[in-house]
Nanobody, 125 residues
Framework: QLQLVESGGGLVQPGGSLRLSCAASGFTLDYYAIGWFRQAPGKEREGVSC????????KYADSVKGRFTISRDNAKNMVYLQMNSLKPEDTAVYYC??????????????????WGQGTQVTVSS
């Protein structure tokens, strides 16, 4: 059974940093694109970033470009989201999701097949 578990969320002051982790079990990540999504209270879930199965291609939403960095370690079955210069508007539940790699142009997508439970990120002074 495919499982994804996020960790690393928490409370941070504006301008601070957090690194989210996404651990996969029940399958190897080698052939899967991984996306990070977030959902703030009262808002729709949005795709934040995506990384190809090889890690060679990445994609970011305009709202996080230059501040967030996605990476992966297939040997450890892990994907990471380094978040720097955090803003209050980054407050949300963050989810990782996986699907077969159809190319970075189709990533991330709401119809990804496997999802984690989410981790809360709160940016507040």
């Amino acid at each position: 059974q495919l499982q994804l578990v996020e960790s690393g969320g928490g409370l941070v002051q504006p301008g601070g940093s957090l690194r989210l982790s996404c651990a996969a079990s029940g399958f190897t990540l080698d052939y899967y694109a991984i996306g990070w999504f977030r959902q703030a209270p009262g808002k729709e879930r949005e795709g934040v970033s995506c990384i190809s199965s090889s890690g060679d291609s990445t994609k970011y939403a305009d709202s996080v470009k230059g501040r967030f960095t996605i990476s992966r370690d297939n040997a450890k079955n892990m994907v990471y989201l380094q978040m720097n210069s955090l803003k209050p508007e980054d407050t949300a539940v963050y989810y990782c999701a996986a699907d077969k790699d159809w190319g970075i142009s189709s990533c991330p997508r709401e119809d990804f097949s496997s999802w984690g439970q989410g981790t809360q990120v709160t940016v507040s002074s």
